[in-house]
């Protein structure tokens, strides 16, 4: 199997053979125009001569005058042959140089007065161009020719042509080096790029790529490789911190657990305390398993492998009905929670995770409230987007937390009360769910005051809107 080339030489060879391509074509053009040109010339020049030899033989008003009066002239004319001859062939004037009839006769006369031309060739003196005309002379119509040897143009030629075969070789091979070397220098980059990526691993993530120009095509894929890499350092240190914060989480009450446990083994049975033991493991017991339950929503989550089941869903049913479930926890809390507005609004989603997310939501509203607080629930379409806005008159959120509130186990104060303790997921959850739908969760508050938390989804195509079923319960 052969090694493909690399892009240095495919480069290369690509650039050679298209000026190969260009110089062929231009030296055939240069050739083909040459010889046209010459031809040409040669064509002028003859038909100047011609029309001369023409005038002096209608002036010779005798036939048997014309090789002293035309030889003067003709007979032995610097470059030029001409001859002379009746429509029968009977030559009357030759030059001295051809000696005998050398020049072959026109064959077509239909042309009559205007001159004609064509290439001969002459035994043993190669290749000439030839022009006739047929002149009404005082003795009858006669046929005029002259001729001149090709030989100098096709030697001009000649030389044209070798110069072009030297010259396109040498410049070709001077081009393709010069490409290489040009591709090398304009590759060079990559070759530094490929050594510092060689370098970045997963402990070494904070390595970026250089370019020379960020504005060229290296410059934007350097850019592009640069803001990837960022982005697999935000995801590494996502999940070195949330796997230290689940080890952290997972360790209190496991130690707590052991803990008690120890105790109640090394000291004599007594069914109250036993039972106050046994109570104590299990409430630390379901509140790892809601943590689990939550660290492996979220993983199932980033992994993709629990897609949800998109359907139409009436928003502002949903929110209705997690809002009566949630009345008993505001009693409890002396918290007053009412829908004040919930327009009719159809999105596409999964009725459990989107039941799930506002739960979560009114649950924090609720559980972070005042006795007597109030909270208020919106639902409304704007702009081809639900919206459902929760607003609350609690404790608020201090501003220089409100950057961290959706990372993964962050909480506010752990000493806000013993009730409002959690495990910090909920609100990564909650932005979870939202993007994947296609939506996002955005928080205000003024500390002291109260905290808004508005949910913007988009919105479904009415006529598909089915009614909320009660699956959506679970």
Known sequence: MTRPLSIRWRLTLWYGAVLAAILISFSVAVHVLM???????????????????SGDVGRCRRLADFQSELGLRYASHEGYEFQVSDLAGRCLFLSNALGVRDLPPPGDLSGGTAPAFRSISLEGRGRWRMAWRVLDHASGPLVIQAAISLQARDRALESLLGVLLLAGPLALGGTLGGGYWLARKALAPVDRMVATAQEITATRLDRRLEAPNPHDELGRLVATFNAMISRLERSFDEVRRFTADAAHELRTPLAAMRTEAEVALRSPRVPDRDARVLEDLLEEIERLSR????????????????PAEFRPIQLDELVHDAA?????????KGVSLEVVAAEPTTVRGDA????QLVFNLLDNAVKYNTPGGEVIVRTEAQNGRAKVTITDTGIGIPPEHLPHLFERFYRVDPARGPETTGSGLGLSICRSIAEAHGGRVEITSTFGQGTTVT?????????TAVEYEGAARV
């Open 35 to 53: 010889r046209h040109h010459l031809m040409v010339l040669t064509d002028g020049s003859l038909g100047e001569e011609l029309a001369d030899f």
């Open 324 to 332: 009566d479930h949630m009345q008993v926890v505001a009693r409890e």
């Open 455 to 463: 949910l913007g989804l988009p919105a479904a195509v009415a006529e």
């Open 352 to 355: 459990v995770r989107l039941r």
């Open 291 to 306: 943590l689990v339950s939550q660290m492996l929503f979220l993983c199932r989550e980033d992994a993709g492998v629990d």
